[in-house]
C-alpha cells in the first residue's frame, strides 16, 4: 500500500459518522411481555420488600460470602482520598481520564493534549460526584500532556508529581493505573510495574485500554504520579533477529504490543491555549482534508464525496452543464474539461497554500497535524498532476 493510499485511508476513517447507542435499560418490546412493565426491584407476594429485614430475598446475608472463601481478581488499592482526585472526561467526540495534581502549588488537571484537543463540550468530574470548572488550559511543548488550572482552589484531594523520575524511579516499581477504561464512566484500577525510563517516556505493563488516556502512572509507594498514560504500540517482530531475540530468557521486549506514558517532571515549556481557538484549528485542518479529499474524488469520477465541496461540486455542475448538449462539437467538450480540470487543480493547491499559512500562527500542538495536511495535499497534487496528463480509459469527465 502506498503513501498516497494510506492518507487516504486514514483521512476516510476520520470522516464524520453516525454511531447507535443501545439503551440497556431500556424495555423489551411490550408484545412479548404484556402491557404491564416489569419492576426488577418489587418485592416478592408475601415479602416486605425492607431490605433490613430477614424476609427479604435481597437482604445481604455475610455468612454468603465470608462461607465462599473466594477472593476478588479486582483492583481496589488507591487510598480513598486519592480516588477524590481522579477525574473522568467526557465530551462530543470521546471520553478519557485526568487526574489532580499540585504543581508549584497550584491545582490542575493533568490529561493527555489528545483527550482534549478534538472534543467539544468537555465535562470533569470527580469520582464523587464533583463537578469541576477550569480558567485556564496549558499545553506542554513536544509532549501529549495538557494541564487545566481549577478555578476551585481550596481542594485537599490531590497528587503529587514525582520530581526526578529518572534518579528516583527504577525498572521494576510497581504502579497503578486508575482509569476511565473503555470510556464507560467507571474508574478501573490496574497494576504492573515501570519496565523502562526515557528522556520523555516511561515504559509500563499495566493493562490498559482507550479511555485509560490522560490517567495517573501512581507510584504504589508513595501514591505519587511517575507520568501520564498516553499510548500503545503494536511492533512488529517478525524479523528472524527480532523473533529470536525476544523468545530469548533474557528477552526485555516480552510482547509485540507495548505502553507508554509522559513524564511530567522534565516539561520544559507549555503554551497557554483557547479553547476556542483550538476547535478554530481542528476545524480548518478538517476543512482542508475534506477539500482535498473532494478534490480525488471528482478526479476519479466517484459522487459520494466530492458533493461535500461547495467549490468541487460547483466545477463538476458547471462543466456537466456545459457539455450537456449531445451536438457539441469535440472542442469545446475538451475546452470545458480542460477549464474543469484547471479549476480542480488549482482549487487542491489552494488549500496547500491555507494550510501553509495557517500552520505559521498555530498552536505548537497543532503544528504536527498542519504539516501531515500539507504532506498529503502535496502527494494529492503530484498524483492529480500525473492523472492528468495520463490518457486514462478511467477519464471521469468522459463518463458524465
Not at 529518572?166 to 477504561?181: E, R, Y
Amino acid at each position: 500500500m502506498n503513501n498516497l493510499t494510506s492518507s487516504i485511508l486514514l483521512l476516510l476513517s476520520l470522516l464524520p459518522c453516525i454511531h447507535g447507542q443501545i439503551d440497556p435499560f431500556a424495555s423489551p418490546n411490550s408484545k412479548n411481555l404484556g402491557t404491564q412493565p416489569i419492576d426488577p426491584f418489587a418485592a416478592p407476594t408475601g415479602v416486605s420488600g425492607d431490605p433490613f429485614k430477614e424476609d427479604d430475598p435481597l437482604a445481604r446475608k455475610p455468612s454468603q460470602s465470608a462461607a465462599s472463601g473466594k477472593k476478588t481478581e479486582y483492583v481496589d488499592k488507591l487510598p480513598l482520598e486519592k480516588k477524590r482526585a481522579v477525574v473522568i472526561i467526557n465530551g462530543d467526540s470521546g471520553a478519557g481520564t485526568g487526574f489532580i495534581a499540585k504543581i508549584n502549588n497550584i491545582l490542575f488537571i493533568v490529561t493527555n493534549i489528545h483527550v482534549i484537543k478534538d472534543n467539544q463540550n468537555l465535562k470533569f468530574m470527580t469520582m464523587d460526584g464533583d463537578t469541576l470548572l477550569t480558567s485556564a488550559v496549558y499545553a506542554a511543548k513536544e509532549y501529549d500532556i495538557a494541564m487545566l488550572r481549577l478555578k476551585e482552589q481550596d481542594r485537599s484531594n490531590y497528587f503529587d508529581i514525582t520530581e526526578d523520575v529518572f534518579s528516583d524511579i527504577p525498572v521494576g516499581t510497581a504502579v497503578l493505573i486508575p482509569g476511565n477504561s473503555l470510556g464507560d464512566g467507571t474508574i478501573l484500577q490496574t497494576k504492573g510495574a515501570i519496565i523502562a525510563v526515557g528522556p520523555k517516556l516511561i515504559e509500563h505493563d499495566a493493562p490498559t485500554f482507550s479511555g485509560n488516556s490522560g490517567s495517573p502512572i501512581i507510584n504504589i509507594e508513595d501514591w505519587k504520579v511517575i507520568g501520564v498514560d498516553t499510548l500503545s504500540t503494536k511492533r512488529d517482530l517478525l524479523q528472524w533477529f527480532n523473533q529470536h531475540s525476544k523468545e530469548q530468557k533474557g528477552s526485555q521486549v516480552k510482547n509485540d504490543v507495548r505502553l507508554f506514558g509522559y513524564r511530567i517532571d522534565n516539561i520544559k515549556g507549555w503554551e497557554k491555549i483557547s479553547f476556542t481557538k483550538l476547535q478554530q484549528q481542528h476545524h480548518d485542518i478538517s476543512h482542508i482534508q475534506t477539500e482535498a479529499l473532494s478534490v480525488l474524488s471528482a478526479v476519479w469520477g466517484t459522487d459520494w464525496h466530492y458533493q461535500r465541496s461547495d467549490t468541487a461540486s460547483r466545477i463538476i455542475n458547471r462543466y456537466i452543464e456545459k457539455t450537456a448538449n449531445s451536438s457539441l462539437a469535440v472542442q469545446d467538450v475538451n475546452y470545458q474539461k480542460k477549464l474543469a480540470r484547471s479549476g480542480l487543480y488549482t482549487h487542491l493547491k489552494s488549500m496547500k497554500k491555507n494550510a501553509v499559512k495557517n500552520k505559521i500562527k498555530a498552536y505548537e500542538l497543532m503544528k504536527s497535524d498542519y504539516s501531515d495536511t500539507i504532506a498529503f495535499c502535496d502527494e494529492l497534487i503530484e498524483y492529480v498532476g500525473r492523472y492528468y496528463e495520463s490518457d486514462s480509459s478511467n477519464d471521469p469527465f468522459e463518463t458524465r
